[in-house]
Nanobody, 115 residues
């Protein structure tokens, strides 16, 4: 089992930055890929970014060039650096981990971007 806890959400003005953190604990050695997703009110949950065990990253078009996913393998923390935030980035951001047929999710953290 892998437990995930997100940190770092908050309120920021458009154009500002936030860094989210996802602290992983438990049997993290077997995790294949970590993901960040977001869900805005009234919308479906969208994939934002992912990072594989080998460090390969991928991003949704909506955040490419503005968001960066990276990980601290010693502390087992996955970060999402969000720059040039827009009001459309307002959502609950959740991290997830997948290994084989299994997955684990954090509880989510609110990010609100004011115009």
């Amino acid at each position: 089992q892998v437990q995930l806890v997100e940190y770092g959400g908050g309120l920021v003005q458009a154009g500002g930055s936030l860094r989210l953190a996802c602290a992983a604990s438990g049997d993290t050695n077997g995790v294949w890929t970590y993901y960040w997703y977001r869900k805005a009110p009234g919308k479906q949950r969208d994939w934002v970014a992912s990072i594989s065990a080998g460090g390969i990253t991928d991003y949704a078009d909506a955040v490419k060039g503005r968001f960066t996913i990276f990980r601290d393998n010693v502390e087992n923390i996955v970060y999402l650096q969000m720059n040039n935030l827009k009001p459309g980035d307002t959502a609950v951001y959740s991290c997830a981990a997948r290994w084989g047929p299994y997955e684990s999710w954090g509880q989510g953290t609110q990010v609100t971007v004011s115009s």
